[in-house]
Every structure is written in structure tokens, then in C-alpha cells.
């Protein structure tokens, strides 16, 4: 027979013991609301479960199994002849919202989300409640997660039904079977116009994988943006009842948390936003006339220094991805920002809190700027450098200073 909650904590006092992670894990499956088919505990657990780099690798192994069915059907490297008389390259590996994404930006952002869960359900939740009540701690957290439901399903819903197959269908499926579209070529439609890299049927098959591949990770990667907002909004909610008692150690564990939290925040916006560069590039770079992506670019810093030919005249063709890429910023940039409001990290912090609010503006401007006028790729590479930085010190050079200087004072 099951020991029920009082006999677990009483065991735990006793023996002077934290329970682990895994027993918690067990009994939050027991007794709270993760019971059954619920869908956002079960997408919880996908980044608090088991190693921290099953999920990362997995999207990595899937974006490289997709790598090698590229060179399998021909389409990893592969040029048309346009009819403005571009010979253009549109192989799958020179796609950056199918290698840099998948393959570095995805894997880096689910990462960061596991080590910021793990950190906030294992340690810093338990720090700023009473430890008597490890396993009610749990099971509070699994309700806020639960509460979410809906939101988890609606996220499922459009990612999987719109954000797949619909688009698979409209993008990829119909103008393969029509043999045109209103869309660029890509690697997934280069049949229409090279049949002699890839048929028809083959091309359906790996564009409807890939598109099923990239959907799931999608929701993944929203489920994501779901949890930090959910970690800030549960670190509000335990600083507000915490806030009428007067013990300094109570607000130095606040300020201490709250100031990773607010740094795992960052990075992951970060991340988000490049997911959201990468896609609009991609996008971009095929209806512009450059004959790759490498020299798209170095002909925009061209056409900006030295007034070449502006290389961002474009075909008028349908671009889904801008939207889809807009979603992304959209989304990640509201999680970023609740967190800032929610997390109120004191005085001292917020200059740094500025700094990363003017990187991720810097970020978000390059993006929306992504082939609007000659030389925008100057300012996308500014923010993008600044951006890499955020992520090997997300506190911009100043968290640093700050820790030393109290250091220095206490001694």
C-alpha cells in the first residue's frame, strides 16, 4: 500500500534526507494532476525527465537524419535555372532554417529551458519554501503546469494541423502535383523543375516527414516559451506571499533566484529570436536575386558600401515563413517581457535588465529589417554578434561587477 503524504514527510524529517528528484517525480504521477492523458505534464516532462540531453539530441539527430536523406534524393545541394535568369541554390543544407536551426539554435534554446526547470523545480523552489514540504512543493508545481492545459492543447493543435500539414499540403503538395505554385523553389519543389534530381513521389515522402519533423519540434519549442513563462509566474506568485516577511534571508534567495531566472529568460529569447532570423532568411534569400546565401549576404554589404547592384530586388512569390517567423518573435519577446515585469529583481539589477532589453530591441530590429533596404545585413550582424555574447554572459558584463562589488563590501 502507498505511503500517503504525511507518513513521506515524516519519513524525510526523520532521517534528516531530501527526497530525490525521481521519488517526487513518482509521487507527483501518483497523487497530483498528471494523471491520465494530460498533455502538459506529459510535455513537461519531456524537459525535466531523464538526461538533460535527450531532447536536444534528439532534435539534433532528427535534423541530421533529414541531412542524409538530402544527400540520399540528391536535393543537399541543388541549382535552377530561373526565369529571370538566376541560377539559383536551394539545397536543402543551404537552408538555414533546416541546419543552423535544428541543428544549433533549436538544440542550444531546449537546453537552456532544461537547465532553468531543473534549477527552478529541484532547487530554487525548495529554497523559498519551507523544506518540510518537498512533495507539496512538487505537486503545487504540477498544478500550475496542469492549470495550463488548454493553452498546451491549442499550441498542439496549431503547430500540428496548421503549422504541418496544412502548410505542408498548400506549400509542398499541391504544387507538386500541379507542377507550379505561388511559392519560391526550394529543395522541397525542386522537382517541379529538375525532375532529374528528384521525382515527384520521392519528394512528397521527404517533405512530408521533414514538415511532420519541424511541426513536433515546433510545438516542443513552444512548449518551451510555455515553461518559462510558467516558472516566472510562479516565482511572482511565491515572491508575493513572501514579500510581508521582514527575514534578509528571505529576500537575498529572491534576488538570487530571481537574477537566473531572468538570465535563463534571456538566452532563450535570444534563441528564439535567431530561430525566428533564420527562418525569414531563408524566405527571403529565395525570391531575392542572389545565386546562394553566402554571397546574397556580401552582395547587401556590397550594394551598402560601395553602391553595387542592390541584390535585394525580389520576385513577387508568397512567403508564409515571414508570418510564421513573426509568430516566433512575437511570442518569444511577450514571454521575455512578463518575466522582466514578474521577476522585479531590485535596483541594482536593472541596469543590466536594460541591456538586455536594448539587445533583444537590437535582435528584433535586424530581423524585421531582413532584406528591406540595401545593407540590412550590417545591422543584422551587429545584433546577432551582441546576441552570441548575451549567451556566454547573459548579464552583459555587469552581474560580475555587481557580485564583486559585494563581496569587496562585506570583506
Request: proline share 3%; glycine share 10%; charged share 15%.
Amino acid at each position: 500500500m502507498a505511503m500517503g503524504l504525511p507518513g513521506l514527510v515524516q519519513t524525510a524529517t526523520a532521517t534528516d534526507e531530501t527526497v530525490s528528484a525521481a521519488e517526487l517525480a513518482q509521487h507527483v504521477d501518483a497523487k497530483g494532476p498528471g494523471r491520465g492523458l494530460d498533455l502538459a505534464m506529459r510535455s513537461e516532462a519531456l524537459f525535466s525527465r531523464g538526461s538533460p540531453l535527450n531532447l536536444p539530441a534528439g532534435v539534433f539527430a532528427g535534423a541530421t537524419a533529414l541531412g542524409f536523406l538530402s544527400y540520399v534524393t540528391g536535393v543537399h545541394s541543388a541549382t535552377y535555372d530561373r526565369v529571370d535568369g538566376v541560377v539559383k541554390q536551394v539545397g536543402f543544407l543551404w537552408a538555414p532554417n533546416w541546419t543552423f536551426l535544428f541543428m544549433v539554435f533549436l538544440p542550444l534554446f531546449f537546453g537552456f529551458v532544461i537547465e532553468l526547470l531543473a534549477f527552478w523545480k529541484f532547487e530554487a523552489r525548495l529554497k523559498l519554501v519551507a523544506q518540510s514540504d518537498q512533495i507539496e512543493s512538487h505537486n503545487a508545481w504540477a498544478r500550475t503546469v496542469g492549470s495550463a492545459s488548454s493553452t498546451y492543447w491549442a499550441v498542439f493543435l496549431v503547430c500540428l494541423v496548421f503549422a504541418g500539414i496544412v502548410q505542408w499540403v498548400e506549400v509542398c503538395l499541391i504544387p507538386l502535383m500541379k507542377g507550379n505554385g505561388d511559392y519560391a523553389i526550394d529543395w522541397g519543389k525542386i522537382a517541379i523543375v529538375r525532375p532529374d534530381i528528384i521525382s515527384v513521389p520521392e519528394a512528397v515522402l521527404f517533405t512530408g516527414f521533414s514538415y511532420l519533423y519541424m511541426a513536433i519540434s515546433f510545438y516542443v519549442f513552444f512548449v518551451g516559451l510555455i515553461l518559462l513563462y510558467t516558472i516566472a509566474y510562479d516565482f511572482w506568485k511565491i515572491k508575493e506571499k513572501l514579500k510581508d516577511q521582514p527575514e534578509v534571508n528571505s529576500q537575498c534567495d529572491l534576488n538570487e533566484v530571481g537574477l537566473t531566472i531572468i538570465r535563463g529568460t534571456f538566452r532563450c529569447t535570444v534563441l528564439g529570436i535567431l530561430i525566428a532570423i533564420c527562418m525569414k532568411i531563408q524566405s527571403s534569400y529565395l525570391t531575392s536575386t542572389g545565386e546562394n546565401i553566402a554571397a546574397w549576404f556580401v552582395g547587401d554589404i556590397s550594394s551598402a558600401i560601395y553602391g553595387d547592384k542592390n541584390m535585394n530586388s525580389a520576385i513577387g512569390y508568397s512567403m508564409p515563413t515571414h508570418y510564421s517567423s513573426l509568430l516566433v518573435v512575437i511570442s518569444t519577446c511577450i514571454v521575455f517581457l512578463f518575466g522582466a515585469l514578474r521577476l522585479d529583481i531590485g535596483n541594482q539589477f536593472r541596469v543590466t535588465l536594460w541591456k538586455m532589453s536594448t539587445v533583444v530591441a537590437l535582435l528584433v530590429a535586424g530581423y524585421l529589417l531582413i532584406g528591406a533596404f540595401a545593407g540590412f545585413s550590417i545591422l543584422l550582424s551587429i545584433g546577432v554578434l551582441f546576441a552570441l555574447y548575451g549567451l556566454f554572459d547573459p548579464g552583459l558584463g555587469r552581474w560580475q561587477t555587481s557580485e564583486l562589488g559585494s563581496k569587496l563590501n562585506v570583506s
